[in-house]
C-alpha cells in the first residue's frame, strides 16, 4: 500500500521511511534537513484528528517529554501542526527494541545472558523512578516500547497512554493484555506508580524464563488471568533459577499493588541480589565438591613417594622417577589443575 506521506515534508523534516504504527499514531524515519541529522517522526492517525481527547493526550505527550532530561528517556526535539498533520519528532534510536530482542532469543531456543537482564533491567527501572517523580505513570510499558540503541543505551518511549497523575484520567484506556497489572484490567483510572512496575515485573520475568506469566486466546481472557490467578511460578519455565529470584519475581506480580515494589530502584536491587546470592553458593558448593573430586597436590601422589627421591633433586635418576609418577597418576594432576583455575 502506498503511503501518501513517505516523501513529504513537515517544516524541517522529510520523511523517508515506516517505522512503526501504534493505535494512535505512526512512526516513520525521516532527515532533519537543517541539521542533516536521522529524525523519528511520530504523527497523529488522521482518524483521530477530529477527536479532542485523542488529540490531546498526543499533544501533551509530546509536552511533558519535551521537559524531560533523562538517559533512559527517548528526548523529543520539535512539535506542530503542519498542513493538516499533528506530530513530533525524537531522536531515532539506531537499533531495536526490546521484543524483536527476546523475539531473537526464543527463534534461538535461549535465553538473554543475566549480565544483559540485569543492565536493561536497572534502565527500565531508572527510567520508571524518573516518570513517577514527574508524577507520571506510562500504563503501557512493554517490550516494544522499550528501545536498545547499537551503541549500549537502553531507552523507554511511548508515552501516549500515560498519566498525569495530578490531572487524572477517564478510565477509558485499555494498556496491553500480556503486561498490563490488575487494577488497570479492571478500570484504567486505577492505576498507580506501582502498576508500572508490575508490567515491569512480566518483562523481567519475560527476560528469565522466555515466556509471560499469563497467556490465552483472546485480550479479554488474559487480562482476566492478570485479575484473579496466581502467575506461573518462574522455576516451572526455568529451572536454573533460584528461589530467591523466584521470590523477587513473584512479589513484582503481586495483585494488591501495596505488596509490590514500591520503586524500580527496589526492585532491581532485590533481583541483582538474589541472582549473586545464588551465584555465590553456586561457586561455594562446587568448590567443596572440587576438593572432594580432585584431593590437594600433596595428597595425589602415594605418601612417601616424593621423599624417597635422591639428592640432587635434578638427577637423571630422579627424572625418571618422577615421570613415571606424573604418567600414572596424570588424570589426577589435570582434574586438579582445571578446577583450581577455574575457582582461583
Do not use: C
Amino acid at each position: 500500500m502506498n503511503d501518501p506521506l513517505i516523501g513529504k515534508q513537515l517544516g524541517n523534516f522529510r520523511i523517508e521511511r515506516l517505522l512503526g504504527q501504534g493505535g494512535m499514531a505512526t512512526v516513520y524515519y525521516g532527515q532533519d534537513v537543517k541539521l542533516h541529522r536521522p529524525v523519528a517522526i511520530k504523527i497523529l492517525d488522521k482518524r483521530y484528528r477530529k477527536h479532542p481527547a485523542y488529540a490531546t493526550r498526543f499533544v501533551n505527550e509530546a509536552r511533558m517529554m519535551a521537559k524531560w532530561r533523562h538517559e533512559n528517556i527517548i528526548p523529543i526535539f520539535y512539535a506542530d501542526d503542519s498542513q493538516g498533520w499533528s506530530y513530533y519528532v525524537m531522536e531515532h534510536i539506531d537499533g531495536q527494541d526490546l521484543a524483536a530482542y527476546l523475539d531473537s532469543h526464543h527463534y534461538q531456543a535461549n535465553l538473554p545472558a543475566i549480565e544483559d537482564v540485569l543492565r536493561i533491567g536497572q534502565a527500565i527501572a531508572n527510567a520508571l523512578d524518573y516518570a513517577q517523580k514527574q508524577g507520571v505513570i506510562h500504563r503501557d510499558v512493554k517490550p516494544s516500547n522499550i528501545l536498545l540503541s547499537k551503541d549500549g543505551r537502553v531507552l523507554l518511549g511511548d508515552f501516549g497512554m500515560a498519566l498525569d497523575m495530578q490531572d487524572g484520567t477517564q478510565g477509558t484506556t485499555f494498556g496491553t493484555p500480556h503486561y498490563i497489572s490488575p487494577e488497570q484490567a479492571r478500570r484504567s483510572s486505577d492505576v498507580v506508580p506501582q502498576s508500572d512496575l508490575y508490567s515491569f515485573g512480566v518483562i523481567l520475568y519475560e527476560m528469565l524464563t522466555g515466556t509471560v506469566p499469563f497467556d490465552d486466546v483472546t485480550p479479554e481472557e488474559i487480562a482476566l488471568k492478570h485479575i484473579a490467578q496466581p502467575p506461573r511460578p518462574p522455576r516451572s519455565a526455568n529451572q536454573n533459577l533460584s528461589k530467591e529470584v523466584e521470590t523477587v519475581l513473584l512479589r513484582a506480580l503481586e495483585k494488591n499493588p501495596k505488596n509490590r515494589y514500591q520503586t524500580g530502584a527496589e526492585l532491581i536491587s532485590a533481583l541483582t541480589a538474589s541472582i549473586k546470592k545464588k551465584r555465590l553458593n553456586k561457586k561455594s558448593i562446587n568448590y567443596h565438591h572440587s576438593l572432594q573430586a580432585h584431593p590437594p597436590f600433596n595428597a595425589i601422589f602415594p605418601q612417601g613417594k616424593l621423599s624417597n627421591l635422591k639428592r640432587p633433586l635434578n638427577s637423571a635418576q630422579n627424572n625418571r622417577q618422577l615421570l613415571l609418577l606424573a604418567t600414572k597418576h596424570a588424570k589426577k594432576i589435570t582434574g586438579f589443575m582445571e578446577s583450581s583455575l577455574f575457582y582461583f
